[in-house]
Antibody, heavy 116, light 106 residues
């Protein structure tokens, strides 16, 4: 079964760093792009960016460029989304999903709460 | 950025109804458009890609059409499981989602 398993919920303070993960299984992890999508509380979906784990080729939405870092470790079939300094406005659900642009397999999401 | 606008924002319908949701792009996205269904507390689910291609396992009552700047998602006969929020997504230039259409029971 193709699946993406995301890391657990996080509660952080403003200014802290964070790295959340997304582990793929049941398919060739290095052959498909992985994307990240944000959903703020009660709001819609926002495409953040994608990575091709086979080559670490990364593309960012202009809205998220410089705000987050997307990376991957192909040796353990895992993609990451990272913040260096969290803000309260980063509070959201973050989904990883397989696909370069349209996304056919989704993780269950990681809730990130940033509060002082 | 390409802006995607869905209409209506909320749609009330009954089981058995035929419903259509529209998605308009601020500039042409060719046929590079997908539709997703999302239920509360769940991840989105891909329904349609490349404007009209049905994802494997998705019931045939779902269909998509359009190209360029105007697209539609049609559900031919609503089932109880279909009440959810629907999003369009363009992937011609980076990617952007529409704001969503909430389909509720009348």
């Amino acid at each position: 079964e193709v699946q993406l398993v995301q890391s657990g919920a996080e509660v952080k303070k403003p200014g802290e760093s964070l790295k959340i993960s997304c582990k793929g299984s049941g398919y060739s992890f290095t052959s498909y792009w992985i994307g990240w999508v944000r959903q703020m509380p009660g709001k819609g979906l926002e495409w953040m960016g994608i990575i091709y784990p086979g080559e670490s080729d990364t593309r960012y939405s202009p809205s998220f460029q410089g705000q987050v870092t997307i990376s991957a470790d192909k040796s353990i079939s895992t993609a990451y989304l990272q913040w260096n300094s969290l803000k309260a406005s980063d509070t959201a659900m973050y989904y990883c999903a397989r696909g370069s642009y349209y996304m056919d397999v989704w993780g269950k999401g990681t809730t990130v709460t940033v509060s002082s | 950025d390409i802006q995607m606008t869905q209409s209506p924002s909320t749609l009330s319908a009954s089981v058995g109804d035929r419903v259509t949701i529209t998605c308009r792009a601020s500039q042409s996205v060719s046929s590079l458009l997908a539709w997703y269904q999302q239920k509360p507390g769940k991840a989105p689910k891909l329904l349609i890609y490349k404007a009209s291609s049905l994802e494997s396992g998705v019931p045939s009552r779902f269909s998509g059409s359009g190209s360029g700047t105007e697209f539609t998602l049609t559900i031919s006969s609503l089932q109880p499981d279909d009440f959810a929020t629907y999003y369009c997504q363009q992937y011609n230039s980076y990617s952007t989602f529409g704001q969503g259409t909430r389909l509720e029971i009348k």
